[in-house]
C-alpha cells in the first residue's frame, strides 16, 4: 500500500512537472521567433508575422492571449497577425510568464507586456517599424494585459532602458477585464470572496492593476470589443471603461456584439463569424487612425463570401 502511495505521488508530480513545461508553438510557419526577454532562465520570445507590403516604417501591434493569467497560448492570436500583415502592419503574438509554466501572478505578466512594448520600440528601426504608431492587443487576461501596458505606470522591468517607452499608442481589446476592484453603484459586484480571489491572483491589491480606476486624460486611443453575453468579463465593465475614457477626453470607442459570450472572437469558431467581423472593426479602427490604407479584406482572407 505504501509504495502505491509512493508510486501515485510520484505519478502526480511528474504529470504537474509535465504540464508547466508544456511547450508553448517551437514556431509559426513563416513568422520569425526572437527573444525579446530573459528572465532567470525563462526566455519569452516575439512571433513576428512581417508585412506583405510595407517594409520600412510599418505600423505594429503585439498581441498577448487570454487565460486567466496563468494558462494559454500565442497561437490564440496567430489568425489575426496574419491578417494584419496581410493589410500592411508588422504584427506580432507575444509570449509573457504565466502561473502554471512560471509561477507568476498577474503584476509579473504586466511586466512583460510592458517589456514587450519596449523592445518593439527600442528595436523599431531593426524590425521596420514606426515607433510611434505601436498598438497593444489581447484577449481576456490579455486584454488586461494590453491594458495595463496604456493605462497604468509602474510595474516595469528592473534593468530595461526607461528613456523608450513602454506605453503603446493604441490598444485593442477583446472582453478585458478593466474593472478589477470595486466601483461606485455596483454593490453587486466582486464580494470579499472575489476580491480575495483577485488579490492571490494579481499579487497585489487589485485596484493597482485595474485600468478603470486608472484613467486619465492623455491615454492612447482605444478600441473594446465585447459580447453582450459574456458570463465570465461582465460586458458592463468595459462599457464602463470605455465611458470613463471618454469622460477623461480619451478617443475610446466600444464595438458591442449582442448574445455573443467569452472568447466569441476566437479564430475557428462559428465558421469565423465573430472573427471576420471583430477583426473587420480592427481594421477599420486602426484605418481611422491612418494605420491601414484601403478596404478591410478580412472575407478575402478567410475565405468567406462578401456579404
Known amino acids: 500500500m505504501q509504495r502505491l502511495v509512493i508510486m501515485f505521488i510520484l505519478l502526480c508530480a511528474f504529470t504537474v512537472s509535465a504540464q508547466r513545461k508544456q511547450a508553448w508553438p517551437a514556431k509559426f510557419e513563416g513568422a520569425e521567433k526572437v527573444v525579446y526577454k ?6 519569452l520570445h516575439m512571433h513576428i508575422f512581417r508585412p506583405v507590403k510595407q517594409k520600412v516604417n510599418a505600423p505594429a501591434i503585439v498581441f498577448f492571449f487570454g487565460g486567466g493569467w496563468k494558462g494559454g497560448t500565442p497561437k490564440q492570436f496567430e489568425q489575426q497577425c496574419r491578417y494584419l500583415a496581410s493589410r500592411g502592419m508588422m504584427a506580432m503574438t507575444a509570449e509573457y510568464r504565466i502561473r502554471n509554466l512560471h509561477d507568476t501572478l498577474a503584476k509579473y505578466c504586466v511586466e512583460d507586456g510592458k517589456s514587450a512594448v519596449r523592445w518593439i520600440r527600442a528595436n523599431a528601426k531593426k524590425l521596420g517599424v514606426d515607433p510611434a504608431r505601436i498598438a497593444a492587443g489581447g484577449g481576456s487576461a490579455g486584454g488586461h ?15 530595461e532602458n526607461a528613456a523608450i517607452s513602454s506605453v503603446p499608442n493604441a490598444m485593442v481589446l477583446f472582453n478585458p477585464p478593466c474593472v478589477m476592484a470595486p ?6 459586484f466582486l464580494n470579499p470572496e472575489n476580491i480575495a ?18 484613467v486619465r486624460k492623455g491615454l492612447p486611443p482605444t478600441l473594446v470589443l465585447h459580447g453582450e453575453a459574456d458570463p465570465t468579463v ?3 465593465t468595459s462599457a464602463a471603461f ?4 471618454k469622460a477623461a477626453g480619451n478617443d475610446a470607442k466600444l464595438a458591442a456584439y449582442p448574445e455573443e459570450l467569452h472568447g466569441f472572437f476566437n479564430y475557428g469558431r462559428r465558421s469565423n463569424k465573430m472573427f471576420i467581423a471583430t477583426m473587420r472593426r480592427t481594421d477599420e479602427f486602426l484605418a481611422e ?19
Not at 470605455?242 to 475614457?245: C, D, I, L, S
Request: hydrophobic residues 40%; positive net charge.
Open 38 to 43: 530573459v528572465v532567470g532562465d525563462v526566455k
Open 145 to 159: 494585459v494590453a491594458a495595463c501596458t496604456g493605462v497604468i505606470k509602474g510595474f516595469e522591468a528592473k534593468g
Open 183 to 188: 466601483v461606485p453603484g455596483r454593490k453587486d
Open 197 to 214: 480571489g483577485l488579490r492571490e491572483r494579481m499579487g497585489v491589491p487589485p485596484e493597482q492593476l485595474s485600468p478603470w480606476h486608472h
Open 234 to 236: 461582465k460586458f458592463w
Open 242 to 245: 470605455v465611458k470613463k475614457m
Open 289 to 307: 487612425l491612418g494605420w491601414l490604407q484601403g478596404q478591410p479584406s478580412i472575407e478575402r482572407f478567410t475565405g468567406a463570401k462578401v456579404r
